[in-house]
């Protein structure tokens, strides 16, 4: 089956900067990616999603890119605020009704 | 925060009972899931149904049942047999469009 893996497990920056997420997909099948953020105590929201056909997908602040050949995929958030602050899942199945495969998640610290 | 809902937001049990979470839709999807959180683990999938009367075992299946009678409906039961059941369980509904889509989560704690 479907395995992701995600890095860094946690990562802090301060205001203002960037911060990258990273995850790695093993089957070649997937074609659909998601990103979810997750809020202390929160249901998992969909920030942003890309599918194979194509290689970046912005909106806003938040981008995602996709390498299909090396079976990574990553996440781009810019202009950091404090309330970015969240964990962040990424994953991957093959669409449709296909079960998604999730990362074990970021814990994303922004200081002011 | 309408769409998908689940009860009870906090649950306690004793070990060796019976305990089942609610999940309702009323997004009119086809396909229903339920994960299992735990901190350090993501989300693992223990069951899933894309239509009535039809669901399979995802990663972690052992120690729970489901059951899906009616598109809405998407109760889980965790058993006895389920031998770690303190966790965040999210239950989520989809489409064919992709999104998966959760509802706010039940904290279960087994005691």
């Known amino acids: ?112 | 925060d309408g769409g998908i809902t689940q009860s009870p937001k906090y649950l306690f049990r004793k070990e060796g009972q019976n305990v089942t979470l609610s999940c309702e839709q009323n997004l009119n999807h086809d396909a229903m899931y339920w994960y299992r959180q735990d901190p350090g683990q993501g989300l693992r999938l223990i069951y899933y149904s894309q239509i009535v009367n039809d669901f399979q075992k995802g990663d972690i299946a052992e120690g729970y049942s489901v059951s899906r009678e009616k598109k809405e409906s998407f109760p889980l039961t965790v058993t006895s047999a389920q031998k770690n059941p303190t966790a965040f369980y999210l239950c989520a509904s989809s489409t064919d469009t992709y999104e998966q889509y959760f509802g706010p989560g039940t904290r279960l704690t087994v005691t």
């Open chain 1, 1 to 112: 089956g479907e395995n992701v893996e995600q890095h860094p497990s946690t990562l802090s920056v301060q205001e203002g900067d960037s911060a990258v997420i990273k995850c790695t997909y093993s089957d070649s099948a997937s074609n659909y990616f998601p990103w979810y953020k997750q809020e202390l105590g929160k249901r998992p929201q969909l920030i942003i999603d890309i599918r194979s056909n194509v290689g970046e997908k912005k909106d806003q602040r938040i981008a995602v890119t996709l390498n299909k050949t090396a079976k990574h995929f990553s996440l781009h958030i810019t202009e950091t605020q404090p309330e970015d602050s969240a964990v962040y899942f990424c994953a991957a199945s093959m669409g449709g009704y296909s079960t998604l495969t999730f990362g074990k998640g970021t814990m994303l610290l922004v200081s002011p």
